[in-house]
């Protein structure tokens, strides 16, 4: 097995805060390290999106569910960040049972002077206080502290693959397999059931959950995504168990491209409403679909990411990559939408040209202000120069979790376990 399948340091999300200057990744191990951009970079002519760690702790650690004679895995599958409110950052992870709320603040001054306590925090004998003096603030070294405010447990009996912070900033939601609970973020031993597609006989099971979102304006809207490839549209307002969607978003499928694997590649690995709330893009396994919420007999566009697997898919079956998860994102201004592939590829889409890219997040190429070549697969034939075999790919290397800037053309691609970080030119 390879080396990295097992590293605990391989990166499991990455999240950019609502203004960009905070990065958050989450890994196998459990622990969240927080990058933040460096201000000289910004303001240089031209601007180089450069990060520093900020900030790592620990999240989540490995626990063991002896009910069920179950380890649970510290990984990290989820990170969101809420709105920023006052100096200190919040942000939820969540691992496959529970979600935690971290506060995450600095310290630059410290109080020196008690009266009752030495510096070292010991309590002093009243005996031996003469006088009474105001305690002063120092300067200090900064530190960045990582405090845990919440814990919401006990909620989920699957893995949850999603969490969403509403627009109202109040509450969010949890999805597993085949539930989304409600949750207000003040309140940690209640969750609210807004969808259960758990089948009163499990035998009859034909679909999972996938992914789950919340409307980036609409505080009442949500859309969630299933393993049969379709999206539904719940509206809170509409009743409070939301098993009738209000809208289901599905594509028929091309009689010509029916095969064993139909059904597997048709499922939905994540879902992603624009910026904008006008659209939104889903992930199967060979292509992405970007949908406009007012249409639901189908996609207004398709892109195929890596058409060239698809006489591929009995050895990805065979190899178990047929069920990689891959996401996807939107950049800031919705015109373009960025997923990964396979080969440490990651691939761009431009919506307005309809150009696309495919960029390759490797070592070798990771020394800043290096330009990245688009790169090209062929299938059979002869090869070009600068071309790369379908034959030639590694499995091994995926690109699932990526990330944009809400503002610049800034993404964040996590391969394995190397967080790389690519500016356009411009």
């Not at 900020?54 to 999240?59: D, G, I, K, M, V």
């Not at 070294?141 to 509403?166: D, G, K, Q």
């Not at 809208?247 to 910026?275: A, G, M, Q, Y």
Request: charged share 30%; glycine share 4%; aromatic share 10%.
């Amino acid at each position: 097995m390879d080396y990295a399948e097992t590293s605990t340091d391989i990166i499991s999300c990455v999240e950019f805060n609502h203004d960009g200057d905070l990065l958050a990744t989450g890994d196998k191990g459990g622990r969240v390290v927080i990058f933040q951009g460096d201000p000289n970079s910004k303001n240089s002519i031209p601007r180089r999106g450069e990060y520093n760690v900020y900030s790592t702790f620990q999240s989540h650690e490995p626990e063991f569910d002896y009910l069920k004679s179950l380890e649970i895995e510290e990984k990290i599958n989820k990170i969101r960040w809420l709105k920023r409110k006052n100096p200190a950052h919040f942000l939820l992870s969540t691992n496959d049972k529970t979600i935690k709320l971290w506060k995450v603040s600095e310290r630059d001054k410290k109080v020196e002077g008690y009266n009752t306590k030495e510096e070292n925090g010991a309590i002093r004998d009243p005996a031996c206080i003469t006088s009474l003096r105001v305690p002063t603030i120092k300067p200090m070294e900064l530190m960045v502290e990582a405090s845990p405010r919440r814990i919401f447990a006990n909620a989920h009996t699957y893995h949850i693959n999603s969490i969403s912070v509403n627009s109202d900033q109040e509450t969010y939601l949890s999805a597993d397999d085949l539930r989304i609970n409600l949750w207000h973020l003040e309140i940690t031993d209640q969750s609210f059931n807004i969808v259960d597609i758990k089948p009163t006989n499990m035998e009859e099971l034909t679909e999972v959950i996938t992914a789950a979102e919340f409307h980036p304006a609409e505080c009442n809207v949500l859309v969630y995504s299933s393993s049969k490839g379709t999206i539904r549209l719940c509206d809170m307002r509409s009743a409070a168990l939301c098993d009738q969607h209000s809208k289901l978003f599905e594509e028929p499928e091309d009689p010509t491209n029916r095969s064993f694997f139909s059904e597997i590649i048709s499922s939905i690995s994540d879902v992603k409403l624009s910026n904008s709330g006008r659209y939104m893009i889903s992930r199967d396994y060979l292509s992405v679909k970007v949908w406009d919420l007012q249409m639901e007999t189908k996609p207004i566009e398709c892109y195929p990411v890596h058409e060239y697997l698809r006489s591929k898919l009995c050895s990805l079956y065979e190899n178990d990559c047929i069920f990689d998860k891959f996401e996807c994102c939107w950049s800031g201004n919705d015109s373009a939408i960025m997923t990964g592939s396979y080969n440490n590829f990651f691939r761009v889409f431009d919506r307005t040209t309809k150009r696309d890219l495919t960029l390759e997040a490797a070592r070798d190429i990771a020394k800043p202000k290096t330009l990245l070549k688009p790169r090209k697969v062929c299938t059979g034939g002869k090869r070009k120069k600068d071309e790369i075999s379908v034959d030639c790919l590694d499995f091994n290397k995926k690109i699932l979790h990526t990330a944009w800037h809400p503002s610049e053309n800034v993404v964040a691609v996590a391969a394995t376990n190397n967080l790389f970080l690519f500016q356009d030119k411009l």
